[in-house]
């Protein structure tokens, strides 16, 4: 039997974990960066389309303190606190404090050790946040490897898209993440903009089930995998029933009209299921052998949206 991760209901808000402002390297103050989120993108007639939340996450690192402070939450809208911890490799702690402080560590980068990181990740813990891999194919590299997704614990969550236009072609990492997920990792694959300017705007979201609009129940739903990530596609609804997945596809014109690839994923990328034509939604059954399944689906214009895994209950 399949358990699902996401809340059986609550609202659908969609959001980034990972923005810059002029505090690091990024081109708008935190406040400008809220008037690109939470005021431009509005769709009256399809609700789903507004963001609704955006975690400010400032690089540790070439900070100007002049301009840090998190902007109050609004009922239509969370502001959430945390950071993207730079000295070594990059990791977002979301739902922690920013810090201005000199590198513990003491190393940079390249020395840093799968040790050193984890102790990054620790600290972000430890701190109260939840600490997720920051784009893991940044620049063509392996900047995040899959032995390094599997050596490391205690992280949430791994970027699977990064928007930043300088994050290259490779910047989609669902490799990594099926390698963590393989060796037993439980961790979530979040999307995001890596918000610098609006040249990164709009490129990778989360779409996240939460039981009310608030920093809290938000971090709630990241922490127990009550999302999903799109660049351009969504889910109505991704549910279990027994041995059954089935996933069903946003309605609406222009996706009814649409050819859609339904991919059901298992440990290793292996594929278990595919279903493909305009059909709104796609079932999985349970075959008895998979360690995990998560569902794709990709549109024919190539906007594809990621479900988090379905795990089976103990028998
Ligand atoms: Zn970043």
Redesign the pocket.
Known sequence: MWISPYLSEGVWLRGSF?T?TKVSDGAHTPEEVLFYYRDVCRHPKDPWAAYKFVAI?D?TTNTHKEYYGIPASTPEFSVIEGR?DSFGH?ILGIGCPMTFMEDEIGKYKDDYTVEDDQKVIDKIVRQGGMAIL??PHWAHMDYWSAEKAAALNNYTGIEIING?VFSGPGHLATDIWDAALTVGKKVWATGND?FHGVRDYHNAWNMVLARENTPEAILDALRQGSLYVSNGAAFDSIVCDGEWIIARCHTSSIYSNTEKTFRFIGEGGHLYGLQMGKNPYAAYRRQGCEKYIRVEMALDWGYAAFSQPFYTAEE
Do not use: F, L, Q, S
Request: proline share 0%; no cysteine.
């Open positions: 990972h810059h996450t690089h993207e990059h920051a784009h930043d890596d």
